[in-house]
């Protein structure tokens, strides 16, 4: 990504013409200066130059001589577009006509933009030569043959050939329109076909395409109303300015004004008066002007201000690393309609903090999150620069592999390195990894640390050096717990620290950080003391950690150590590898320890009594002793151990040794574990009995997963009045369930996965009260066959129920789940099910239905789901692998099935007739594990039929065409009803991967808009050309005679990450009034077209079946309810984006989906 700086180092800002020095000019005008020059002509000519677009204007209106200047000839030829206004005495100029022969030369041979415009005239009358072009034509032939010029005949043949030629080229007619919003249209264009010429010609950003064309198009949405900021995310080096760089090389020249102000965090850290230094940029950029008297931070924003308010102006603001910044640079005042704004940081929380959003302007915010490059990609990057080449060089595969592996997809750290390693051998880059083990490149060390430092509390970077040391990985809550007993304030530090891209969660509620990131912080570490590791405050790495207790060397300066002796290198290890217990002992203020699978001796009253958190996977005593100092400890973990017991209450009745009652610190009322918040005992296959809970007075998770000699349980629990969570999965001998477990009010989460409590063990299980405030319980492999009972016992509480492994057919569930009004989610995993439960229809909060490999044990897959009608739609994201991918149906949601299978009646009431050639066309599956071929299907949702089917095959009762992404029309009066409305286009391109883009079809008269989102994807068989019919089932409250319609196909636009409020809001590439898409963004739609479909007869008779009663019935389709959907008032997107992002997911991962599946 760094070729875009070495191409551009240090640019401030740009334009098209300084990109091309085979040019002189950008533009070159040729036009009737007696018709034009005075009024539109010198209009557009400033127009261009404002735009910062360099055009040749010829300033001679008197024609000298027969032949064209050299210097006209000249411009001509060094110039990368022509704009020719055709007015009506353009031919009556023998110089004109000369133009515009040389200029169509010129576009043949070296494929010039040519731009006609037909000012006030016709084109017809253009390309014929009649009116004022054949009067002016028949002059020029009668003067030539008077005045006996040779070759005449020549030269009204080339003439009337240009005449002809600029007719049929696409051009623009002002007739009708606003001669200014005509000339911004035109200077739109002119820099839509630059940016397409200067795409070819910059250098590709790997990895980087995806961001390009979603920044593109809400870079070129039209939003002339409002002002747009983007938000460009990441950690340091991940490559936010060259993105940022590149797409403002494309696109700036098409604003009135425009600035590139880059490295501004570093730029004002570093220099004198480096924010003032920026503001003096910004705003010559922008105005062309130098403010010298002007010193002062505060008196420069206030001139910005106004310069904005007056220009619609397109502004990148690189590295922002603080909120003054943003406000010294934007100010609060506003922006110039139309004005777009985008902004690099590694904060996510600086943007909308800033002045320019109080409650009066609220621009459009949207947020790119950069994530790095994935493996092929970091491959290709790292060798590019290290070895000029797109693979890897003979012999180098393996340490290359190594690199990227290190720099987790890193841009900056590939090229860096990269670089440093071209012409190296094998052996070089060995060392060269080793070393980065120790100690980062500095380039990269650099750009990371910035992040880091510029963290805004010591609270923030002692939470952040925390987890980067010892809790990468772990459970979010669970770190919270142990990190706020250290005094951190670790929740709003988390926050923190996920603005500023240090660190993210994952799914499963872990806590991640770039491998870089983390490396960046042990450094840091490391740097405390190189060369005693003991007078560091923490220790992470294993050996050093073995090395300071082996030595006895610890010291008051520790506040965590971790050692894992599994991943001790024991090469570095020499002797014995037990410890001793004393080493502990001069830790005074270790709160964090760590010791995994470590050989101990000695006493335990040696630990530090400091301790939060004790990790002791292998715990080598049968029970817990009363010399481990447990006073403040706040989470145990001894996993894996020897323990056969846990019972407190056994520990007190041990006699207290001498120093313990010499010092007072024992007594029998004093709770040892009085401060202990979590407690794990997994995989201590030991241990029989669980007890000792009055003594746990605080406990807010016990989890005892997989101890398999666990017997008994003590109805003591109860006196954990604040467990959450209750972790007994796959305790095989478990019998009984304590009946206490009812009587904990604050449970969270009850799992017995896999335990052996049976029919009569369930029957003693508790019916956890109504006022409970459980939220979820997974019971399973424990279920009887009398669902009656199992039903009655279930706390109507439950939000999560999972179900899974006790195969259960459909016929096993009860006729209703009333019993269950607040379930959210339901899991049927496993379950040999070929037909939905009816039950679930009872189930009216449900939001997730899981019914994962539901089809493994069955002969069928499931066909369809019905849900009660007050569901929400949005909400269904489950049924997703045991769904047939050819054929199913979700009721009221969506529907597909090969088009083939479908009632003719139904097809004719649609309006599709003669579909013979598609119904046995095939297309190919499109899948990451393969591909097969599948009938084509069709696609029913929101009261939308569709299909799409290979082939240039416009119907022949489509009525109305147009060439082009988009349609206009008026709505015809008929006495008869209108029942729908047809849509197909046809789209081409070579490559056979293919998705439906967004549909739009807006009511201009009624103020209405639908937004089509199809979920379609899938590969082409052969050729290159798709074609995608719809119907969708207006009726008179929606479209009626006399309204106008316009109808656009524009690309998806799923790269972009969007603010939660603005997520479904963002969908297409159009102009405000809706009917004009901009062009270039749908070059693949070459055709499209409608017809309307009308009831003959007006209604349908009484003993006549409605053959699309069915559908008509749906909820969430067009004339029903599309309040869920609904983004602006009359504006609606339509699109069950949750549930078919699930389905796409499952099939990725296991199936093949047809390409008539989401």
Known sequence: MAVLNEVFPGCSSFSPSAQNRNHTYDVFLSFRGTDTRNRFTDHLYNALLDADINTFLDDEDIETGDSLKPELESAIQSSRASIIVLSENYASSTWCLDELVLILEQKRAFNQIVIPIFYHVEPTDVGKQQSSFGEAMEKHKRRMETEKRSGFAQKMESWKRALTEVADLKGKDVKGRKETEFIEEVVTDIHRRFGVLLSDTLPRLIGMDGYIKSITSWLTDMSWHTVNILTVVGMGGIGKTSLAKYVFL???????????????????????NGLLDLQKQLHRDISGKDLLQVNDVSMYTAKIEKVLARKMVFIVLDDIGSLDQLDALLGSKGLHPGSKVIITTKDASLTKMCALFNPQLQPKHKMVMLNGLNGSESLELLCIHAFQSQKPREGYK????????????????LEVLGKSLHKQDVAYWEDCIQGLQKE??????????????????????ELFMHIACFFVGEDKDLTETILDACEINTRSGITVLIDRCLLSIEQNNKLAMHSLIQEMGRYLVRQESRNKPSMRRRLWCHNDSFDVLKKEKGTGSLLGLALDMR????KESHGSLELKTGSLSKMHNLMLLQLNFVQLSGSFKNFPRQLRWLCMHGFPLKSITIDVPMEYLVALDISYSNIESFDVLDIKSQPPTKRQKLVGSWSKDKQLLGSLKILDLSFCEQLHSLGGFPELPALERLTVRNCISLIEVSESVEQCVDLVHFDLRYCYKLKRLPTSVGKLNKLRTLFLDGCDLGQSAIMSSPDIGINSQISSVAIVEAIPSDWKFFSTSLSRSLVTLSLANNKLCSESFPLDFSCLPVLQELCLDNNPIVSMPSCVRSLRRLEKLSMNHCHEDCNTWLRKITFDPEMSPRTL????????????????????????????????????????????RRLRTYAFSGSQESQTQMYYEFGIFSTFYEGKGMPDWISHTSKGPSISFTIPSSPEKLQGLNFCYLETHPDPFFEVPVIKISNITKNQTWIYHHRIEGVKLGGKCLSWLSHWMFGPNEMRGGDHITIIVAPRTDGMIEEEEDALAYCGSWDESGDQIIAGFCQLTMECGISLVYDEDGKIEEDEEDVLGYYKLWNHIIGGDLSAFQSTTGEYILDNRTFMQNISKTYSRSHSFTAGCP
């Open 877 to 920: 994201c489950g049924a997703s692998k045991i769904l047939s991918p050819w054929s199913f149906e979700i009721d009221g949601m969506v529907k597909i099935q090969p088009i083939a299978g479908v009632d003719g009646k139904v097809l004719q009431s649609l309006g599709w007739s003669n579909l013979e050639f598609i119904r046995e």
């Open 440 to 461: 980062p490149q500095p380039a990269v060390k650099y750009s990371l640390q910035t992040g880091i430092d510029s963290l805004p509390s010591k609270n923030d970077k």
């Open 398 to 413: 393996e340490v290359s592999k190594k690199l990227v592996m290190y720099c987790d997809g890193h841009p900056l750290a």
């Open 567 to 570: 991943m001790l290198d024991k």
């Open 250 to 272: 494309l696109h700036s020249s098409k604003f009135y004004g425009s600035s590139f102000v880059e490295g501004i965090g570093t730029r004002c850290n570093e220099q004198f």
